[in-house]
Every structure is written in structure tokens, then in C-alpha cells.
């Protein structure tokens, strides 16, 4: 049976979805949560495993140190200029409001990222890093804990004053046009800001970036929390690091730091990306006294070992795209990072014996990404305290976590096989707003397939993703050749030749970015409504970060992989890996021609 479809963006099939639960562990709702914390957040030692125990109190706004409306107007306003910003800021808007809001593809969404994206770094295979569990020399101390339930209220919170944030902050959010957090931010931000070490994960394009920063403007820099007299920590130097794989997703969550700070106190934020003048970040370093710095792991660990970094009085570890700086290429900077940044050096005579393990750990390690592999539960649990994994209306202690029963009959739970990774990683991790097709054709009309499948859709911006550099520029030639604006991207263009590529694509001077894996991560084009697989990515994790380019922030979005006959099963393989709906299509005649699978099969 076929089913014609006019044009995919006016009629659009409801995709049946089969979204089911993130894989590892059994997911509580959070009203059902008890989390048992340390109540020593500096805890010296490492701990092992640790029970969840249920308590009667329940952990509601105000145990979380999230104030109700009338207290934080009471306790948190500091003398301003700006009378009463509580008044004129708030505009009270309910959830679906912000749905609503943001689903209107470009006028009417939400103020898209300024965010600039510069590519440098060369796409790394991913292989998992073994960092061994680090296993503490120091006797146990006696940990207290303080139970704590989360009010269900912080999921639907419908402002960013409702969770707490401090008002300089919700007023700078406010000029920019963010008035309401979405899902993972309500979740994230009450967590974080009560100090505990977490593993955020939801899918591409849903404000993780937000959801990290905002709960660690709260606490450091010029946007911070007042405290009371008498309760504040002196601090100095860098609070804060941010490591991310790439330099365009480095630059990327740069300017989202300086967009929330300000043009008076964009300073604070420093990059330290790699490819970028390395003497001039280390004098910027010197020169700026930046609070919180962001960029690669090459980067960061060679200006840390050249002593031009001071991290020892960090509070906060970001690992944005975790997934992947745990790759074997990362290892050793990864390492690196994570033995200095919130450690201070000891003098004490135990502390030589026992090695660097035994430095006092004062940080927060908190880990994103869109996909979660088993052996992020793994790290997290090694490198924090009580940690918790928070999703979009969940929270789940890790410590609960097991490997999931399908898991334990494919291999070993403790390797890091791809097949686990992808298993664990993909479901959940793409946008619910998404259509997905895939058609076969020769590879010698892939092009043409492309130029077709463009034309049906009505795409006006799309990311046509391939898993090699070389053919980029045949491909740019041929769509320039039938009269469609391309454009190549990737890493062995120079930086300047990169950024200017993106900003024209940004600009709409182009409609197609030729581009290959490169891109898959972190890039955020809120335009993008269609991405095309022009080469089938390896696996479901590259499929779902492929993905996410398009249908950013509850847009919608598209996306289509062209491959030849011989590799649709593959496709079918990916569609149960990452349950959802991957139809079969072909493009004719200027529209799409979704095939029932039965018909195919
Ligand atoms: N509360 C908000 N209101 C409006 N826009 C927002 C909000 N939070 C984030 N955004 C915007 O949503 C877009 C996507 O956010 P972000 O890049 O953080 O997503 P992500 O989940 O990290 O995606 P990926 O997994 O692909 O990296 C950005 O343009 C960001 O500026």
C-alpha cells in the first residue's frame, strides 16, 4: 500500500512513537524520590555504593533552598536601581504557553542562540575511555546524610523566578528573551544549585547548555545569589571549567556564557579552545581574572600543565558531550583535568603517601549529553558524590542504576562494546518532534535523491551529513551545478575559512552544508529543518546526534537518510535501536512517497 503525502511540512504523518524509557535503571518519577545526600558535600573520601532510603520528609522548594515567590522577593532582593524588576519582569506564563511559543519555526520560536560556532577540531572515533573507578586510600568517613524528597512542582515550574534563580540573573535572562526553562532546566537547576554531582541527559536540542550554566551563574560571578552576611565564601580565581570535545561546540557555549553575563562582563568568560592563539588566552587568562573558562581538553590540560591555570579553587567540572571526552583520544587530558580542577594541592604528610587521590576533592562534576552510555554511569559514580542522573522529569540516584537485563545476554556489562553504548545511549536522545524517513537508491543518484528530496520538503536550510571529507566538494559542486547553494565544512579548512562558512549559512546565504561528523555535535542552527544522511552514520548514537541538528527546542524537523538498497536493513536496525518510526520513502514527481513497511519487506 503507498501512501502519498503532498509536502511533508503541511502534512505531516504523526509517527507512531515508540519512545519507550531510557534504558539503564529503573526510572522513579520524581515525587517518588528520596535522595540520600552526603551531608559533607566536600567529601574526602570516594564512596562506594549507597542505598536509597525513603523518607517522610518530602523535599519540597523550600528544602532545596528554592525559595517561594514571596520569600525570595523578601530575602533575595538586593537594593538596584531597577525598582521592583520582579513586578515589571514577570510576565506569569504557564508551560503550554512556552510550547506554543517555541514551536513556531522561525518568527515566531525562541530568540535564536547568538551563539557562534567556530570547526576545528578533527573527528575522533569514539571508543571508551577505561578510567578505573577511582578507589579512595583514605578510610571512609562517616557520611550523614540528609534525605531528601523533590516536590514534583520544580518539573512543571513555569518561570525561572519559581526555581530560585537569583533576580540580576532572571533579569539578564529576561533582556535576552528567555522568560521560562524547559523541562531538563526545571529539573537540573534545583538540583545543581543543592550541590549535587549529576549526570544530565536529555535529547539534542533541549537546553542542556542552560541547564548547566544558569544554576552556576547562581553561584559565582556578577549575576550570583546574594547571601547573608557572615555566610559568604571567599573565593578567587577560576570557579568554574567546561570541557567540550570540539572547539565550535567550546565557542558555541562561550557565547552563551557572555550572552547571560553580559557586554559588561563577557571578560569573565574565557575560551581556551585549541587552534586558537595559545600565548593570547594565556595573557587573557593573566589580564581578564576570568571566573569560568571553556574549551578543549587538549587545550586546557596544556595550559594547566604549564602552571598558566589555576584550578585548585574550582567549584564546578563541566563535561559537555561526556559520551565522548570519554573516548581513548581524550585520555590522558582527561585525566589531567580531572586530578586538578577543584583538588587542592595537600601539604600534609598522609596525603604524600597516599598520592593524589587523597587531595581533597572541592568540586561538583556535573556530565551531559544527549546520549548516556553505561559507561558514563560508571565514570560519574567514580568521580562524584551521591550523584543523581536528571532527565526531563526524573531523577534517579545513580547508585540504582543497574545494567539493564537485555545488556547482560549481549556481552560483557563491563566492556564498553559499542553495541552496549548504542543500546543504552540512543533511546530518548532525539527530539519527540522529529519525522524520520529513509530511501534507497544507486549511489551514483545519491546527489540527485538529495536534490530531490530538498525540493519536496520545501527545506530551506539543511545539514547533509557524510562520513568522509573528500567527497564534500564533489557534492558542493554538483547541487551548485543544478542550481542549489552548498557549502562544505570541516576540519581541515583553516578557522577563520570555518567560522566565515558558518556565519553565511546562518545568514541563509547557503542551503545546503555539505558537512561530515564534525558537525553531529553540539551544533545549534535553530533554522535547520532538515538534515539528510548522505553516507548512513556508524552506529544509532552518531544517527540520534546527526539528528538533533534539526528540530531544535520543539521545532519541527525532518530527516532523511539516502542509502543504497543493500544497506536498508540497516536503517530497520537502527529504527529498533532507537524506537522510533524510520519510513521507508522515495521522492517523485516534487513529493514524498512514504511506503508502508510492508511494502518494502
Ligand atoms: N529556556 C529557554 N528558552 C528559550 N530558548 C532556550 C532556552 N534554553 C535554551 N534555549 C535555546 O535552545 C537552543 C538549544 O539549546 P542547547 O544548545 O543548550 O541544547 P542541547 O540540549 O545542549 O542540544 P545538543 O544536545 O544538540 O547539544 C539554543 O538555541 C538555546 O539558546
Redesign the pocket.
Known amino acids: 500500500m503507498r501512501l502519498i503525502i503532498g509536502q511533508v511540512h503541511r502534512n505531516v504523518l504523526a509517527l507512531a512513537s515508540s519512545r519507550s524509557c531510557f534504558v539503564i535503571g529503573d526510572h522513579l518519577p520524581f515525587r517518588m524520590l528520596s535522595l540520600p545526600r552526603a551531608s559533607g558535600f566536600h567529601q574526602t573520601a570516594w564512596r562506594g555504593s549507597q542505598t536509597v532510603e525513603d523518607s517522610g520528609s518530602t523535599l519540597t522548594l523550600a528544602s532545596l533552598e528554592v525559595q517561594s515567590k514571596a520569600d525570595y522577593v523578601k530575602k533575595e532582593r538586593v537594593p538596584q536601581s531597577k525598582a521592583d524588576y520582579v513586578k515589571k519582569e514577570r510576565v506569569p506564563q504557564s508551560k503550554t504557553d512556552?510550547v506554543k511559543k517555541?514551536r513556531v519555526p522561525r518568527t515566531g520560536g525562541?530568540?535564536?542562540?547568538s551563539?557562534d560556532s567556530a570547526f576545528s577540531a578533527k573527528p575522533k572515533k569514539v571508543s571508551s575511555l577505561h578510567l578505573k573507578p577511582a578507589k579512595s586510600a583514605l578510610p571512609k568517613s562517616p557520611v550523614v546524610k540528609k534525605k531528601l524528597k523533590i516536590d514534583e512542582a520544580l518539573f512543571s515550574a513555569s518561570s525561572f523566578e519559581e526555581l530560585g534563580l537569583p533576580p540580576l540573573l532572571i533579569d539578564r535572562?529576561n533582556k535576552e528573551?528567555?522568560?521560562?526553562?524547559?523541562e531538563?532546566?526545571s529539573a537540573s537547576i534545583p538540583v545543581i544549585s543543592q550541590r549535587h554531582d549529576a549526570v544530565i541527559q536529555?535529547?539534542?536540542?533541549?537546553?542542556?547548555?542552560?541547564?548547566y550554566l544558569l544554576p552556576i551563574l547562581s553561584e559565582i560571578g556578577p549575576l550570583k545569589r546574594a547571601r547573608e552576611q557572615g555566610n559568604s565564601e571567599k573565593r578567587s580565581g577560576i570557579e568554574a571549567v567546561v570541557v567540550a570535545p570540539s572547539r565550535e561546540?567550546g565557542m558555541?557555549i562561550v557565547r552563551?556564557v557572555e550572552?547571560i553575563l553580559g557586554p559588561d562582563d563577557k571578560r569573565l568568560v574565557q575560551q581556551l579552545v585549541g587552534g586558537a592563539n595559545r600565548s593570547r588566552q594565556e595573557e587573557a587568562l593573566k589580564k581578564n581574572k576570568p571566573i569560568i573558562v571553556v574549551g578543549t581538553p587538549g587545550r586546557i590540560s596544556e595550559i594547566s600543565a604549564a602552571g598558566k591555570l589555576q584550578t585548585h579553587n574550582c567549584r564546578f567540572l563541566v563535561l559537555?558531550?561526556v559520551d565522548q571526552l570519554l573516548s581513548f583520544n581524550y585520555r590522558e587530558d582527561m585525566h589531567r583535568i580531572l586530578e586538578h580542577v577543584g583538588r587542592k594541592p595537600s601539604t600534609s604528610s598522609s596525603s604524600h603517601i597516599l598520592g593524589p587521590l587523597a587531595r581533597r576533592s572541592e568540586r561538583q562534576t556535573i556530565l551531559?549529553?544527549?546520549t548516556v552510555p553505561f559507561s558514563v554511569i560508571r565514570a560519574a559514580r567514580s568521580w562524584g558524590h551521591d550523584p543523581v542522573l536528571v532527565r526531563a522529569k526524573s531523577v534517579v540516584p545513580l547508585d540504582s542504576i543497574t545494567v539493564p537485563r537485555p545488556m547482560l545476554s549481549q556481552g560483557d556489562p563491563n566492556s564498553d562494546s559499542p553495541t552496549m553504548s548504542v543500546n543504552q545511549a540512543a533511546v530518548d536522545?532525539l527530539p519527540p518532534s522529529l519525522e524520520h524517513y529513509y530511501c534507497t537508491t544507486k549511489a551514483h543518484h545519491k546527489v540527485d535523491t538529495l536534490r530531490r528530496c530538498i525540493h519536496a520538503l520545501e527545506a530551506e536550510t539543511v545539514i547533509a551529513f557524510m562520513n568522509n571529507t573528500k567527497p564534500l566538494k564533489d557534492v558542493v559542486f554538483k547541487l551548485e551545478a543544478r542550481g542549489m547553494k552548498a557549502i562544505e565544512l570541516h576540519g581541515d579548512l583553516g578557522k577563520l575559512a570555518r567560522s566565515t562558512v558558518l556565519k553565511k549559512f546562518k545568514a541563509g546565504e547557503f542551503r545546503v552544508l555539505v558537512t561530515n561528523e564534525l558537525s553531529a555535535?553540539?551544533?545549534?542552527i535553530?533554522e535547520c529543518d532538515l538534515v539528510i544522511n548522505l553516507d548512513l552514520p556508524t552506529d544509532s548514537t552518531h544517527y540520534a546526534?546527526r539528528a538533533?541538528?534539526t528540530g531544535?527546542?520543539g521545532r519541527k524537523g525532518t530527516v532523511v537518510s539516502i542509502c543504497e538498497e543493500s544497506e536498508a536493513f540497516i536503517m530497520r536496525k537502527m529504527r529498533k535501536q532507537l524506537g522510533v518510526a524510520i519510513k521507508p520513502c522515495e521522492f517523485t514527481e516534487g513529493q514524498i512517497t512514504v511506503h508502508k513497511e510492508e511494502d518494502v519487506e
Open positions: 512556552y517555541e525562541p530568540k535564536p542562540s551563539r535572562l528573551g528567555l522568560t521560562s526553562p524547559t531538563v532546566q536529555s535529547y539534542t536540542g533541549s537546553g542542556k547548555t542552560l541547564a561546540l558555541q552563551e550572552k559537555d558531550e551531559v549529553s544527549a536522545s555535535r553540539g551544533l545549534d535553530p546526534h538533533g541538528r531544535r527546542l
